[in-house]
């Protein structure tokens, strides 16, 4: 979902153009300190990508992030295009256009990359999820619940539905956060919908309620190592700006809602359970610099989000991008996260 905020980009050197090792003024001040909380730490940012354009298409938009195969980094923008970026520079090496059945752009959201290369990707004008092959072209496509389907196919509001997209551990289950409740939940109470497969394709599984905390929503989700979810939650307030936090969530013990009609926060129905990790306001903000009020100048429309691995002390190492909206006052900036879980 597009939230209209305004932070100005990030001066950099010309190093910072070409290396993420030196992606911020405080890259050359290692007296900074970097923790965010005591389970987080921000190593640098970089804004080398704000406002470029690749082989005619515009460098930006971008709402989800994975690491493919070859170690690339997949970036999808919510304008229907997918790059692969070189995972130091981050400079697009290819950028493939995505369309539905009838050749229209996608609202493009969630994106997994799944073991064989072929691209999920949900849109969350439906919502849909579909499969594609590396070159753009529709495989098939998943089945959603009705209820979860906009109105009036079902009780979902336009541009809240499906954010997020996670491939679990073992490759079985696949699952994806609706952004903001459907009608006849209460407020704050998002639906995670599940697919499994084992032989074949994937088929609808279980459901699962999550509480958000008050004024915000879920724009992405990506599943740990030992299957839990890292969550973020963002909103934004005029005047003062983003909220953007980052939870550490555990479906294994959550109700199936599949068949609950109504989610009002019943004694009976167990949510997934969530641990404040971070807020992004508490993270240094290492030279960054806002054109409109915010908390932190470091903070903007933050939206995709992407394990790429650990690092020698075993925390995990994450990688968070935001949406710029196409808008000159915003900055497609990229987060380097160290996070203990």
Known sequence: MRLRTV???????????????????????????????????LDRFSDVLDKTTYDGTFVGNFS??????????????????????????????????????KGADLDSEGLVIDRDGTRLITSETEPSVRRYSVDGRILDRLPVPSSLLVAPAGRATANQTFEGLTLLPGGHTLLASMEDAISGDSTGIVRFQTWTRHQGPFELSAQYGY??????GVP???????GRLLVLERGFTAGVGNTVRLYLADPRHASDTSGIENLTGQPSVRLIRKTLLTGIVTCPSLGATAKQPQPNPLLDNIEGMTIT?????????????????????????????????
């Open 64 to 101: 989800a992030l994975a690491v493919d195969r070859d170690g690339s980094l997949a970036a999808l923008e919510d304008r229907s295009s997918l790059f692969d970026l070189d995972p130091t520079t981050l400079q697009p090496k290819r950028a493939v256009h995505l369309a539905d059945e």
């Open 220 to 226: 992405e989700v990506q599943a740990t190592p030992d």
């Open 7 to 41: 932070l100005a980009t990030l001066t950099v050197g010309l190093a910072a153009v070409t290396s993420l090792t030196a992606a911020g003024p405080a890259s050359a001040n290692s007296s900074i300190s970097k923790a965010c909380s005591p389970s987080v730490s």
């Open 309 to 341: 691995g650990r690092d020698h002390t075993g925390r995990l190492k994450v990688v968070l991008v935001s949406d710029d909206n196409q808008n000159p006052a915003q900055t497609t900036r990229f987060y380097y996260l160290r996070v203990r879980v």
């Open 211 to 216: 509480r958000t905390d008050p004024g915000l």
